[in-house]
């Protein structure tokens, strides 16, 4: 019989295992433990089983411990020490936990090792590439799994057409690409949204420009960098033009200053984006397939990094009719006010103290009436809200923005959506330093994607007896660029500015892209060399893992799904980066010590099954990341 059944069984009878919310023994190997010190504590102090559970502290290593108590966490009257000692004398014999010896005020739980390789190998390799998931996370109700999913909008990436794709962008696709894989992965319905800024007084200029110097082939060739040369040279036009237009009137030609600015380029851009708000057709067709032509290259770049979006909005789609209403109501409501014309929102009329004051008194309406950033997001917000029914919403926005955020989420609350403003985040991220590419200061994801690509494929040819070996370096190549420059962003906290430096990034050595992507090759290398099939892995005898190196890779492989839990609150990336170094380093320290190749077949069976689990949760790991684990290279 399966022998996470038999334990299960066995469980059964020490105290039930589900009456715990939150306990997922089939998929989380650790919840097995979990509830079964709860019961065992539960027993000795009495102590209501929910705290004892939520009590249970992840170790930050394995010598602390696979699980730790603080005792004062259980709110019991007296002094920890003797309380410990007290309950450890009464401590019944278990079959999957050591008898724990008290440490300062913890009691820290060592696993024993048989009955954990047992239930997490098997486990992990029935579940396979779901390894790690829990879907329950995302139930509306999680007893009824018919009343179905949660639904999570996440906003992310929302680059400007015609404007360079910056770092800014960049963090923003990589790590909502990654919280859509992680609220995927915990069973929620997932809507990526992408919100372009594809609208407003600067599509007037690209289609003057266009008129002026676009080639069509140019255009079809490389839309992005075209459309931008002719933005750049637009603008420099525009201002050469408004000095001609000084000089002139510092010289007293009044009627030749005042053509240019009835008749320049800057009033026709004006006047061709007014075409555009008034729904001129053939204004907005042109500004249509600039859109589309972008979109279709950004969509090749999303391709690369593993990210589809299931919509692309953008400033374009909120109507002016939206906006007009949420001005009117922010201003019937008494949020809004006239000022000079315009109409803005005073915080601190409308939020006590300091916290108002520091919202400031931003703009939502220009006195030409022409709506803006600000109101657009108020609008689009209501209207997701009526299109989507969403359970949440995340926002991917640098912390550059946090102010703005904090306006627009405040004034949707204090027009009374305390509802709506209840189920909004913002995740917000640093800045990266240093970035630049060798073709120039203009930063498009795709130059820079190219660039580390190039840099990777330098470094993999200085090792020329392996790099002969790789089948298609090139592809290998751009896969470890794209690896090193995510797990850059992703191994710091979001918060925490970094520096762009692609000798670090790219190196094999250290905490990098490339060393994970190595660490994944050399399992998956492994592997076709022992060349078991599937029954015989599963039919090892897993007693025989029993080297110290062999326990501690199981203890740490079984903390994947927990792992997992965890990041659904910290909602960083670097929680499951980190994870994935600390286990790729107890892996890579016992390669040594669990030899394969060559070791008598029982052996090779149990080991293959272990170094099958790590591969799984490596390649799980990675693929949440956004990666993508290359096998060979
Ligand atoms: N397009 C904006 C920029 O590049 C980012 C948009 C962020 N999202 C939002 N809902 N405001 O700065």
């Not at 003057?208 to 490389?222: H, I, T």
């Amino acid at each position: 019989t399966d022998p996470v059944d038999q334990l299960s069984a066995q469980l059964e009878k020490l105290g039930s295992l589900d009456k715990y919310p939150n306990c997922h023994p089939e998929v989380n190997p650790q919840d097995i433990y979990r509830a079964h010190i709860t019961s065992i504590i539960h027993e000795i102090t009495g102590v209501d089983n929910a705290i004892v559970y939520n009590a249970l502290q992840w170790t930050l290593s394995l010598d602390k411990g696979d699980m730790v108590l603080a005792i004062p966490a259980l709110r019991v009257k007296g002094n920890p020490l003797v309380l410990g000692k007290q309950w450890l004398e009464k401590w019944p014999e278990s079959p999957l936990v050591e008898k724990p010896v008290i440490s300062g005020t913890f009691l820290p739980f060592f696993f024993k090792p048989g009955p954990l390789t047992q239930l997490t190998l098997p486990t992990a390799r029935k579940l396979g590439r779901e390894f790690g998931a829990n879907k329950a996370n995302g139930l509306k109700d999680p007893s009824d799994p018919s009343k179905g999913k949660k639904r999570i909008l996440i906003e992310f990436s929302s680059p400007n057409i015609a404007k360079p794709f910056h770092a800014g962008h960049l963090r923003s696709t990589i790590i909502g690409g990654f919280l859509s894989n992680l609220y995927a992965v915990a069973g929620w319905d997932v809507v990526r949204i992408n919100y372009l800024g594809d609208w407003g007084k600067q599509y007037g200029i690209l289609a003057v420009g266009f008129e002026r110097y676009g080639s069509e082939d140019a255009l079809a060739k490389d839309p992005i960098n075209h459309l931008f040369e002719i933005y750049v040279k637009l603008n420099k036009e525009i201002s050469d033009e408004k000095q001609e237009t000084e000089k002139l009137q510092k010289d007293g030609k009044t009627a030749e200053a005042q053509n240019i600015i009835e008749n320049g380029t800057d009033e026709q851009a004006r006047k061709y984006f007014k075409l555009m708000v008034d729904g001129d057709e053939k204004a907005l067709a042109l500004w249509k397939r600039f859109r589309e032509l972008s979109i279709d290259r950004y969509k090749e770049t999303y391709n690369r990094l593993n990210i589809q979006f299931d919509e692309y909005s953008g400033e374009s789609q909120v109507s002016e009719e939206a906006m007009n209403g949420a001005a009117k109501s922010m201003l019937e409501k008494g949020i809004a006010e006239e000022s000079d014309g315009a109409l803005i929102v005073d915080f601190s009329k409308h939020v006590p103290g300091k916290v108002g004051k520091a919202l400031e008194k931003p703009i939502v309406r220009r006195k030409d009436g022409t709506a803006l950033y600000l109101t657009r997001d108020i609008s689009e917000l209501l209207n997701r809200e009526e299109k989507y029914n969403f359970d949440h919403m995340i926002y991917v926005i640098a912390s550059q923005q946090d102010l703005h955020v904090k306006q627009f989420f405040k004034i949707v609350e204090l027009m009374g959506h305390n509802e709506i403003a209840a189920k909004v985040q913002h995740i917000n991220f640093g800045l990266v330093l240093g970035m630049s590419t060798r073709r120039g200061t203009v930063k498009f994801l795709n130059d820079i994607l190219r660039d580390v690509g190039d840099y990777m494929h330098e470094v993999m040819k200085k090792n020329q007896d392996k790099y002969q070996q790789v089948e298609n370096p090139e592809a290998v190549a751009d896969i470890m660029g794209i690896s090193a420059v995510m797990c850059q962003d992703m191994a710091g906290k979001r918060i925490n500015n970094y520096q762009f430096d692609m000798a670090v990034m790219t190196s094999f050595e250290g905490d990098t892209g490339p060393y994970l992507q190595y660490a994944h090759a050399r399992l998956c290398s492994i592997t076709r060399k022992v060349n078991l099939s599937e029954e015989e892995i599963a039919s090892a005898d897993l007693s025989l893992l029993t080297e110290a190196h062999a326990t501690n890779l199981v203890r740490v492989l079984s903390q994947w799904p927990d792992v997992v839990q965890n990041t659904l609150r910290t909602l960083e990336p670097t929680t499951v980066l980190t994870y994935l170094f600390k286990m790729t380093h107890v892996l890579s320290s016992s390669y040594d010590h669990l030899r394969i190749v060559g070791s008598e077949p029982g052996l090779m069976k149990s080991r293959m099954a272990l170094y099958d689990t790590a591969r799984i949760v490596l390649n799980n790991g990675m693929r949440l990341l956004g990666l993508t684990p290359v096998e060979r290279m």
